[in-house]
């Protein structure tokens, strides 16, 4: 079904729906029909405070006393989805099962809880409008005006409670993108506010993430802005139940007291959350300040307990306490932004525990490799991923870093536009196609190694129209795509519009380069190796969308352990470097 097609089915049964509600809703006023509780989280201050992995943790919390727990992210930007966004504006783009184009931070919700999102996972204000437009142009509103309130908010309430309707969820956080006082956030906060008045408050619980910044000349935490903050939000007629602290000094008892009476909570419900050596402290140091029972007590849910985190804690132990160590390079054209590979560097650190390992990723500008230096940029790692991407900036650098980890028995990984260029490299120096490339690049090349999908030919919207989200891919037995996963059916997530041009297929495999992943429906090449290569593996697809705490992901272990390898053999390495 087209996605207006899926949303007008999608409306006939909200629409139902709506109606049943309203008659209940009449019947019993102001009575909840929902059966799950809401937690939204709001920001003040200033912007990255962190609120995703807030989100992500307090989640772990719950999750970790046995609720069914899910995050959304409402984005109040006019993109449809952030999709089409430079990772330089907006970071990596994470894509879910079904092929969502999302904001990062559902890849740190994914990761905390190990439960995939979807589509309804991330709603903009881009998507709300396209909606209410569309719904307009239908003829829905006949006779109406159209307006933010209460055509927007009523959408955007339809999207936010949706995910509690399903019946999957006790509990749905919702995370505001932004800042309270941002004038394109201000139909979210409404609708919160609509929100909490139809549901009541021990169903609807509003979490305020704040900074309180330290004057090192006054050597005072000041909270000032957190009580500007706090009255913007009071004059939107929203009030916090539980005030988050970011801060890079402990509060004292004091300065708590004085925060919860200023800006109106309760004395337990001002949370420290300070700064930590790693994200996934997040979680035990917010349950230290008993964030998990305030929230319960306040959604009049039972208290007693704690949340089993044993697990979590055990990773964390591993994490801090690693036997060995590894360099492994990331080659990409984005590394100035540590964000726009997220999903990477947090699979490595996955990997990483799994091998009670640490890995240190050294990042390389693509651009900066050329034929004659690759050996003083790689020749000290362990091994070598290289980076998603489009366009051709850098990738020449991305060829001539593969060409030296190919000869010089580097560990390797290529991930989708790191995977063609493997293709190429190969194209190039082995097969002898000099003018090997990708049609993205190079329209016109007579070896044309990657090039367009037949469905992506007739394609013109930008948005949302790559081969996207979760796939099929056999893997034959006897490769080491085979023993990297341990079976020979897989599915991984994709975002991409070109692939392996199957016409070589025969050129490839005859040279050492091995197809050893297909999708069996339609037979694009998923993954590449060279088993004459100790480790070298590039794959279409995007392993590191689905790397959790729980389950690191086969192909980051993979590498890392062949790093190690690497590193431990140092015969290995002096006959190479003889
Ligand atoms: N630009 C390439 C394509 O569209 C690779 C995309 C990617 O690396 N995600 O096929």
């Known amino acids: 079904m087209t996605e207006v097609g899926e949303q007008r089915a999608f409306h006939s049964l909200i629409s139902l729906r709506d109606s049943v509600s309203s008659i209940f809703s009449h019947l019993f006023y102001r009575k909840p029909i929902n059966m799950a509780k809401y937690i939204f989280v709001t920001g003040g201050v200033t912007s990255s405070l962190g609120k995703g992995i807030f989100a992500a943790s307090l989640a772990k919390l719950l999750q970790g006393r046995g609720y069914r727990v899910t995050i959304q992210k409402f984005d109040p930007y006019i993109n449809v989805d952030p999709g089409t966004l430079n990772p330089y504006e907006h970071g990596e783009c994470y894509v879910t099962e ?4 999302t904001d990062l931070d559902l890849g740190h919700y994914e990761r905390f809880l190990n439960v995939p999102t979807s589509q309804a996972n991330n709603v903009t204000t881009g998507r709300v409008y396209q909606y209410v437009i569309n719904k307009e142009r239908e003829g829905a509103y006949l006779g109406k005006t159209v307006q933010v309130i209460p055509h927007i908010t009523d959408e955007i309430k339809r999207r936010m ?9 006790d509990i749905v956080i919702t995370e505001i993108g932004g800042t309270v006082g941002d004038i394109e956030a201000q139909p979210y906060v409404e609708t919160v506010r609509q929100i909490i008045w139809e549901l009541g408050h021990s169903n609807v619980l509003v979490c305020h993430l704040t900074l309180i910044p330290y004057l090192k000349s006054a050597k005072e935490l000041k909270t000032k802005p957190t009580q500007h903050s706090v009255k913007e939000l009071q004059s939107y007629g929203l009030q916090p139940d539980i005030l988050v602290c970011r801060t890079e000094h402990d509060l004292s008892e004091d300065l708590k007291r004085k925060l919860a009476l200023f800006c109106n909570v309760d004395s337990d419900s001002v949370i420290q959350a300070s700064d930590m050596e790693t994200i996934y402290d997040v979680p035990l140091e917010l349950q230290k300040e008993n964030l998990d029972k305030t929230v319960l007590r306040k959604l009049q849910l039972p208290v007693e307990g704690e949340a089993n985190l044993d697990k979590w804690k055990s990773f964390l132990t591993r994490l801090k306490a690693p036997t060995s160590e590894v360099r492994i390079g990331l080659v990409g054209k984005y590394i100035e932004l ?4 997220k999903s990477i560097f947090e699979s490595f650190i996955h990997a990483g525990v799994a091998n009670n390992c640490k890995v240190e990723v050294e990042c390389i500008h693509s651009e900066d490799i050329d034929e004659t230096n690759a050996a003083e940029y790689l020749g000290h790692l362990d091994g070598l991923l290289v980076a998603p991407g489009f366009g051709s900036r850098g990738i020449e650098g991305k060829i001539n870093a593969i060409k030296y980890v190919r000869e010089n028995n580097i560990p390797f990984l290529g991930i989708c536009l790191g995977m063609q260029m493997a293709v190429i490299e190969w194209g190039r120096n082995v097969l002898g196609f000099k003018d090997a490339h990708s049609t993205e690049m190079d329209p016109t090349c007579q070896h044309a190694v990657i090039a367009m999908m037949e469905e992506q030919k007739k394609i013109v919207n930008k948005g949302g129209t790559m081969r996207l989200g979760a796939y099929q891919c056999e893997i034959k037995s006897g490769t080491k ?6 079976k020979n059916s897989i599915s991984e997530r994709h ?3 070109y692939e392996f041009n199957n016409q070589y297929m025969k050129d490839y495999e005859k040279s050492g380069m091995l197809a050893s992943g297909i999708n069996p429906e339609n037979n694009l090449v998923e993954i590449v ?3 004459s290569h100790p480790w070298f593996v590039g ?3 995007h392993p590191e969308l689905k790397s959790t705490v729980e389950n690191p992901h086969p192909l980051f272990i993979g590498l890392v352990k062949a790093s190690m390898e690497r590193k431990r053999n140092p015969v290995q390495r002096k006959m190479q470097e003889a």
Not at 161 to 169: I, N, P
Not at 338 to 341: C, I, M, S
Not at 481 to 486: D, H, K, L, P, V
């Open 539 to 541: 794959v279409q697809f």
């Open 161 to 169: 409670l949706l995910l509690g309707q399903t019946g999957e969820f």
């Open 338 to 341: 540590q964000d726009a590979y």
């Open 98 to 101: 079904d092929g969502a184009e």
């Open 481 to 486: 795509a085979f023993e990297i996963y341990g």
């Open 495 to 497: 975002r991409h519009r």
């Open 529 to 531: 190796e060279i088993p």
